[in-house]
């Protein structure tokens, strides 16, 4: 089945440090990638996406490409902020299944100090 | 005007009580998703509708019942509640089931069965 791999949190940064998630899936065909953001004690909200290969999804800062030969789509952002700090869920939607729930990663917290 | 909204957003229970929770979009969306979030964040589909028909249910035990009284709400009813029912439970809609369609996700109701 379909899957997507997160690298393990807490990622601790320093305000205007440089970020990288790593976000890697596995699934049949060609599925739409997305990260959502987790503020404490709030919903999930969507940050950014692509849906289809060599695809630049760009929001708020953050970047992140769509690269099927490495199937990764991670998520970069060249100066963080101390609002960043939240959890970032790396996700997908596989259209061969026919239907379009996302299947997550398990997230990885972000921690920025000033 | 919210989106997405859930009631209630904090549920405290005692084991074996039947519970309810509500879920309203306003965005004129076809589909709709329950998600449940575990202690670890992790995050799994339970059900879809779509024009208030049931489309996807995710192996969860037939305790938890969702009804789709119209395209723009879907409640969720629990059954004798057990103490592994403790979760964060996210309401999401979309326009349709096509794959790069976003979906947006309700702030979450807080279920806590002692």
């Known amino acids: 089945g379909d899957s997507v791999t997160q690298m393990e949190g807490p990622v601790t940064l320093s305000e205007e440090a440089f970020l990288t998630i790593n976000c890697t899936y596995t699934a049949t065909g060609y599925p739409s990638l997305f990260w959502y953001v987790q503020y404490p004690g709030e919903g999930l909200q969507l940050l950014l996406k692509?849906?289809?290969?060599?695809d630049k999804g760009s929001n708020k800062g953050f970047e992140a490409t769509y690269r099927k030969e490495t199937t990764s789509f991670h998520l970069e952002k060249g100066s963080v902020q101390v609002s960043d700090s939240a959890v970032y869920f790396c996700a997908l939607i596989n259209t061969n299944s026919g239907y379009s729930t996302l299947t997550f990663g398990k997230g990885t917290m972000l921690l920025v100090s000033p | 005007d919210t989106a997405v909204s859930q009631t209630p957003k904090y549920l405290v229970t005692q084991m074996g009580n039947d519970k309810s929770i509500k879920c309203e979009q306003n965005?004129?969306?076809?589909?709709m998703y329950w998600y449940k979030q575990d202690s670890k964040k992790f995050l799994k589909i339970m059900f879809s509708?779509?024009?208030?028909?049931?489309?996807i249910n995710e192996t969860v035990p037939n305790r938890f019942s969702p009804k789709s009284p119209d395209k723009a709400h879907l409640n969720l009813h629990i059954n004798s509640l057990e103490l592994g029912d403790s979760a964060v439970y996210f309401c999401?809609?979309?326009?349709?089931?096509?794959?790069?369609?976003?979906?947006?996700f309700g702030p979450g109701t807080r279920l806590l069965v002692l």
């Open positions: 999401a809609s979309s326009p349709g089931t096509s794959g790069g369609e976003t979906q947006y």
């Open positions: 965005l004129g969306h076809d589909t």
């Open positions: 509708y779509n024009n208030k028909e049931l489309i």
């Open positions: 692509a849906t289809k290969a060599d």
